[in-house]
């Protein structure tokens, strides 16, 4: 009778941390102060998570969740999104899901729909790194990097480890410093791109311009390297613009989730 009975005890869960438990519980876990921390393989948003913590307490849509009918569930746009980026190919009794590359971490970001007068701009600005971050994250497939909240001290970045790309828990520390040193790399890219293209103009004054940015740029990383209050201050403005990007970046993980079980299926 036990065995039966554990059989037919209803479990439920919480989408946004794995906890699983009878219903009481549960419900106990979701009036909790503080927020509990994102399971590393929590593909949700933070909407879809509050619809599904709700909707497993319905007897009908609980059903419809323990049977896989998620989706069903999550009737929102995010859900439409990801489903419209993936392309089905069916060919020769296979099933092909074609799906925009992520870029990991630990490559350098896409900046093929940055235009050539954005990139101009920041030669002569006086703020850099954090537009220059905007202007990366607009290209959804450079959102590789998941911050929770503001409270939490770490986050989940897709990148390669051991041959394989997936995603892994680091500090919002480092997440923040190896950000800091890949922008100023492809700002140094940019830079000489743009003094290429001046050569044929011999603009003395504009390249002078350029070379006293690229020491600018440095500076900054220099001091935030350095300065306490200064890296306290860059890093609570990277920290809220990954934070603003996080639904987006929460697509991606959907679609890498979906591509690494689905890549090619076999009838």
Known sequence: MLNIYIMLKKEYNCFRCGYRAKKSNVQHHFRRTTACKREITCPYTDEEIKILNERQFVKEDYKKIKNGNIAEIINID????????????????????????????????????????????????????????????????????????????????????????????ITIEKIIDESMLKLNKLLHDIYDDILSKNEKYNN????????????????????????????????????????????????????????????????
């Open 78 to 169: 995010t859900q439409n999104q990801t489903i419209n980026h993936i392309t089905n190919n069916i060919t020769n009794n296979h099933i092909t899901i074609n799906i925009p590359k992520i870029i990991p971490f630990d490559q350098d970001w896409d900046l093929s729909l940055i235009d050539y007068s954005d990139k101009v701009f920041l030669s002569i600005a006086d703020q850099v790194y954090t537009p220059f971050l905007k202007l990366i994250l607009e290209n959804e497939i450079n959102n590789n990097v998941i911050i929770d909240n503001y409270n939490t001290s770490k986050g989940l970045v897709f990148k390669k480890l051991n041959l394989e790309e997936k995603y892994h828990e």
């Open 204 to 267: 003395k004054n504009f390249n002078k311009r350029i070379d006293d940015q690229k020491k600018f740029i440095n500076q900054k990383l220099n001091d935030y390297n350095n300065n306490k209050n200064t890296k306290i201050k860059i890093r609570e403005f990277i920290h809220n613009i990954y934070i603003d990007k996080k639904d987006n970046a929460i697509q991606n993980q959907k679609l890498v989730i979906q591509n690494k079980d689905n890549i090619e299926t076999e009838y």
